[in-house]
């Protein structure tokens, strides 16, 4: 069905991404890691090069809607690992899958891929929350043990979804249905727990991720 000739799982580790490391027990065949050096940015960016169209590319990391962060410890996010004109060279022919902040702004700048999937803003850790509030009007409020659980279930999603991907059970075009109908199970066991009194709250985070999933078509 997605016939990859190789499929490569690259994440962006700093500090602040390391919940993302589940993805190296479940992929560990597939899983690339890279930190801020320049060493390891430019490996990342050959393994990138060596692909033969048609493959699956998976980054996982900082993003914006002008291209992927590199790691950074600072938690700045100045230096771009992809703009938009690396971007569409490196993701020419292939499929895209980007786990990253407003990567579904990023993917419609994109036009030399396949296909692309990404995600809205994604609130991950407690600063993001904070500098949410600061610009927003209408104030989220999440403990961080609520925010660890949101970053739980969209990563245990993912997995999942990834994992039909490889194994051929789905094409990458229906990616955001699987994705809305596992987040809708999530959503429903999370208002049915009367214990959560912060259960509404926690319901809207996952359905603004759930409706801000992006696909682009370039084929």
Sequence with gaps: ????????????????????????????????????????????????????????????????????????????????????????????????FLLSCRSSEYIEKIFHSNFSLGFGNIISSNEELTIHNNKNDIKKKLSIDEINLFNDIYIKISIKVVKKL???????????????????QEINAILLNKNNTNRVELSRMLFEFRNEIALRKNV
């Design 1 to 96: 069905m997605n016939d990859y000739k190789k499929i490569l799982m690259l994440h962006a580790v700093d500090n602040s991404t390391l919940f993302l490391k589940n993805f190296e027990k479940e992929f560990s065949d597939y899983y690339v890691s890279f930190d801020s050096t320049n060493d390891s940015v430019l490996m990342a960016k050959r393994l990138l090069g060596d692909l033969n169209p048609k493959s699956l590319i998976i980054f996982l990391g900082h993003g914006s809607s002008y291209g992927l962060y590199v790691p950074d410890e600072s938690h700045e996010y100045e230096k771009l690992f992809l703009d938009v004109n690396w971007g569409n060279h490196f993701f020419e022919d292939h499929d895209v």
């Design 166 to 184: 490889i194994s051929n059970e789905i094409c990458f075009s229906s990616i955001p249905r699987y994705f809305k109908f596992f987040i809708n």
